[in-house]
């Protein structure tokens, strides 16, 4: 995603970034720059595991108690723990066995491999090295990898659909000439194409908005009473056509024949997260790298030496995950505490035993709580849009609150009941 629509805040700290896409490192330096500008440091509590949040009837105070002891008083408490937070170790037999190094992406381990966030991983020159994992995160690491590892084993079990990103340097001209506003223009131009909505032109032109404007031009000449069946077969025409030219891509790449039939993605484009990448199918062309394809069964074991595939043993002397986070569990779970609502209840018993909310932020039995996540709400494919409005919300709920004299915000029993039906009929029209 680029830059300009996924970076916040641009127009208002004045940063542009030197490229169409940022890197990791840019995107932790922006919000470096977004807690300077806002002065946020000081308020902070780094290396900070909250263990319990409970509301207090009578000072209508949430009460925050966190690992080092503290407790912390607030009017409002807002958890923004994020979607993926929780790294997932794959359920391999054997893994706590292997006698070698292993570290999860998330928490990369550079006194290992040395290096940093933009490669130059020599600690690996001797080492042999298997990946697990062949998804957003094995994707931008592999090419590092392979770089200096003396051997390094891709471990797939589902490829991925790799398009080009074609990432450039800003043009200059182009930034002279913006006029204020154009971030929440671009913000509002990605979010409109990928979301259904109208947009008059692509400002963004981009994979993600290339498929999308290819489908509603297709759609735009549907007529007659069958309409949604000629926009859904053009649909579905825009999507194999993208496949192939995926599959094509990886043909006109990856040297070898059969590691490149394995290599090629079956599904539609979205059954996956749709993933770009300009290195990542040139690093199966390097001679001290070996695809080792698990035809959708995964690793078969973990061995004390190394890893088990389809009865092949690879030796290896370090195993890095990229295994992702877990998704769909229970959120207190992935959080790491509990909240304790009105009487006593807790959120995690209250959705155990239905999920409900009001436009998935509010909680009723839970007064002053906003959680910020995305089950009952948006789920933009630009996940800083919809954390940027979602903070726009609170912001606005919380003010005029205040302006009111009111110090308890609460949905009724009967907004959040409403709502979730609102849901449910929604998804009844999904199409299957």
Not at 55 to 65: F, G, Q
Not at 249 to 260: H, N
Not at 360 to 369: A, S
Request: aromatic share 10%; glycine share 10%.
């Amino acid at each position: 995603m680029k830059a300009y629509v996924y970076l916040p805040l641009l127009e208002e700290t004045g940063y542009m970034p030197p490229r169409n896409y940022a890197s990791g490192e840019e995107i932790r330096a922006h919000a470096e720059r977004l807690v300077d500008r806002w002065q946020l440091r000081d308020a902070a509590l780094f290396q900070t595991q909250v263990t319990r949040a409970e509301w207090d009837e009578t000072a209508a105070r949430w009460h925050v108690s966190t690992d080092r002891g503290d407790t912390i008083s607030a009017r409002y408490l807002v958890t923004a723990n994020g979607p993926l937070s929780r790294p997932k170790l794959p359920g391999i037999p054997g893994i706590a066995t292997f006698e070698g190094h292993t570290f999860h992406t998330s928490r990369w381990d550079y006194e290992y491999t040395g290096g940093g966030p933009d490669g130059g991983l020599t600690g690996l020159a001797d080492k042999r090295v298997a990946i697990v994992g062949t998804g957003a995160t094995g994707i931008q690491c592999i090419p590092y990898l392979a770089e200096q590892a003396e051997h390094l084993y891709v471990v797939q079990r589902t490829p991925s659909g790799v398009d080009v990103r074609q990432e450039l340097p800003t043009d200059p001209d182009w930034a002279a000439a913006l006029t204020p506003g154009w971030q929440q223009e671009l913000i509002d131009n990605f979010n409109a194409l990928t979301s259904g909505g109208a947009a008059d032109r692509d400002l963004i032109q981009d994979g993600w908005t290339f498929l999308f404007t290819r489908i509603a031009a297709a759609a735009a000449t549907a007529t007659g009473p069958d309409a949604m069946e000629q926009i859904l077969h053009a649909a579905e025409v825009a999507d194999a056509e993208k496949m192939e030219e995926i599959r094509a891509r990886i043909d006109a790449i990856v040297a070898d024949p059969a590691t490149a039939e394995r290599l090629k993605p079956w599904y539609r484009r979205f059954c996956k997260r749709p993933v770009f990448h300009d290195g990542y199918l040139e690093t199966f062309n390097r001679a001290n790298v070996t695809l080792v394809d698990t035809d959708g069964r995964g690793v078969e074991a973990v061995t004390a030496t190394g890893i088990r595939v389809g009865g092949v043993e690879y030796p290896v002397d370090c195993i890095v995950f990229a295994s992702g986070f877990e998704v769909g569990t229970d959120y207190i779970r992935r959080a790491g505490y509990d909240i304790i609502g009105r009487g006593g209840r807790s959120l995690q018993a209250k959705w155990g035993e239905r999920f409900a909310t009001f436009h998935g932020l509010h909680v009723h039995g839970f007064p002053n709580l906003f959680v910020h996540q995305n089950a009952q709400a948006a789920l933009p494919a630009n996940f800083c849009h919809g954390l940027a409005e979602g903070a726009k919300a609170i912001a606005a709920i919380v003010g005029h609150a205040r302006r009111l004299d009111r110090p308890v915000v609460e949905a009724t029993q009967a907004a959040e009941d409403d709502w979730v039906a609102h849901c449910g009929a929604m998804a009844a029209n999904l199409v299957p």
